[in-house]
T-cell receptor, first 109, second 114 residues
Framework: AQRVTQPEKLLSVFKGAPVELKCNYSYSGSPELFWYVQYSRQRLQLLLRHISRESIKGFTADLNKGETSFHLKKPFAQEEDSAMYYCALSNTGGFKTIFGAGTRLFVKA | SAVISQKPSRDICQRGTSLTIQCQVDSQVTMMFWYRQQPGQSLTLIATANQGSEATYESGFVIDKFPISRPNLTFSTLTVSNMSPEDSSIYLC???????????FGPGTRLTVL
């Protein structure tokens, strides 16, 4: 079954602390993995995708096919990172995206 | 990037009635989708809106309950028919421009059914 699992509903860290949002997936084939972010009162937007292998707003995510994971990391969290984060996958070349349940990140001053 | 607008932004409806949600994009897009986000839950794909033909529905969603139209490359509608309180959700339109290989989301329509 195709599934995206985000085990943490809420993650609270202090400003300047490292943050890791966990994501595991189940998919037969070669999926594309994404992280989407939704800031307060804003629409859902793409944060990064595994094929880009780039850092956005200090966030990185590495696809680990052996562990079927795509954890999102940032070494030093900022207050403006507080938001809802969704891990997602789609079939390669397609966009029928499956979303995880989301993790709310709260960065405390 | 594509700019997506949805109407209405929110509505409160009585059970048994129907509501049509509109999605307008500022540029021609290849693919359009409709998602549902029930309270406290993640996004679930309802269907792919196909231009000039019937939408492709995901498991658990049927045309009689969620009729969809897409008359051109920039516009689509989703109707939530014969509503019940379980239909209370945020409904999101999403588009893809294959040239950009990126998916964009509308602001959502927050529906409450009493």
């Amino acid at each position: 079954a195709q599934r995206v699992t985000q085990p943490e509903k809420l993650l609270s860290v202090f400003k300047g602390a490292p943050v890791e949002l966990k994501c595991n997936y189940s998919y037969s084939g070669s999926p594309e993995l994404f992280w989407y972010v939704q800031y307060s009162r804003q629409r859902l937007q793409l944060l990064l995708r595994h094929i880009s292998r780039e850092s956005i707003k200090g966030f990185t995510a590495d696809l680990n096919k052996g562990e079927t994971s795509f954890h999102l990391k940032k070494p030093f969290a900022q207050e403006e990172d507080s938001a809802m984060y969704y891990c997602a996958l789609s079939n390669t070349g397609g966009f029928k995206t499956i979303f995880g349940a989301g993790t709310r990140l709260f960065v405390k001053a | 990037s594509a700019v997506i607008s949805q109407k209405p932004s929110r509505d409160i409806c009585q059970r048994g009635t129907s509501l049509t949600i509109q999605c307008q994009v500022d540029s021609q897009v290849t693919m359009m989708f409709w998602y549902r986000q029930q309270p406290g839950q993640s996004l679930t794909l309802i269907a792919t809106a196909n231009q000039g033909s019937e939408a492709t529905y995901e498991s658990g969603f049927v045309i009689d309950k969620f009729p969809i139209s897409r008359p051109n490359l920039t516009f689509s509608t989703l109707t939530v028919s014969n509503m019940s309180p379980e239909d209370s959700s945020i409904y999101l339109c999403s588009v893809v421009q294959l040239a950009e290989a990126e998916q964009f989301f509308g602001p959502g329509t927050r529906l409450t059914v009493l």
